[in-house]
């Protein structure tokens, strides 16, 4: 399968302050998903992209598809940040997987404090 | 996007018996997915349910643990059968919906399961 890495694997903030956070994967990819899973288990989207830049309110995304990475950046963070942020490919169309499935990575626990 | 709802949103069962997880979606979809996520774990996909024929399953997974139905295009269902401790997860549904403009999957709430 393709593997899939994130980094950090943990990361705690100050409420207000930016993050980074990074997604390699090891293959071409047609789809990749940015997530957020709240502390009920709930998996929000955030992000579908698989290439370029997109913006929504604090967060941003970018993946460089040659280059095999993906960032998510959170500005001026807040405590209803936390949780787990996923990132999730599908390998590109004929490369011997299954159609639609998602790989995902360990993902990384933010924590905000106020 | 797509509306997904999963029943029951949690349970805790005895070893030996089996749970029917439902989940329903509010339009149609082209496809229909079941992950399972083990305590602190990342998600894994367990089969892909389709519709009116047999479920795939990945590597791993077996139809006599994990059977799946789906007979329309907005409703699926997962069987977790003769239940260890080690089945203690969050099974989830993710759907593609049909002429996504984007080929984004969603996922349901999951059921978080506990066996005792």
């Known amino acids: 399968g393709i593997q899939v890495e994130q980094s950090p694997p943990d990361l705690i903030l100050q409420e207000g302050a930016n993050s980074t956070l990074r997604c390699n994967f090891s293959?071409?990819?047609?789809?990749l998903q940015w997530f957020h899973q709240n502390p009920w288990g709930q998996l929000i989207n955030l992000f579908y992209?698989?290439?370029g830049t997109k913006q929504n309110g604090r967060l941003s995304a970018t993946t460089v598809a040659t280059e095999r990475y993906s960032l998510l950046y959170i500005s001026s963070s807040q405590t209803t940040d936390s949780g787990v942020y996923f990132c999730a490919v599908e390998r590109s169309f004929g490369r011997g997987s299954t159609l639609g499935r998602l790989y995902f990575g360990r993902g990384t626990q933010l924590t905000v404090w106020p | 996007s797509a509306v997904i709802s999963q029943k029951p949103s949690r349970d805790i069962c005895q070893r030996g018996t089996s749970l029917t997880i439902q989940c329903q979606v509010d339009?149609?979809?082209?496809?229909m997915f079941w992950y399972r996520q083990q305590p602190g774990q990342s998600l894994t996909l367990i089969a892909t349910a389709n519709q009116g024929s047999e479920a795939t399953y990945e590597s791993g997974f077996v139809i006599d643990k994990f059977p799946i139905s789906r007979p329309n295009l907005t409703f699926s269902t997962l069987t977790v059968s003769n239940m260890s401790p080690e089945d203690s997860s969050i099974y989830l549904c993710?759907?593609?919906?049909?002429?996504?403009?984007?080929?984004?999957?969603?996922f349901g709430p999951g059921t978080r399961l506990l066996v005792l």
């Open positions: 339009s149609q979809v082209t496809m």
């Open positions: 293959d071409s990819v047609n789809n």
């Open positions: 992209i698989p290439s």
């Open positions: 993710s759907v593609e919906p049909f002429l996504a403009r984007e080929e984004t999957q969603y």
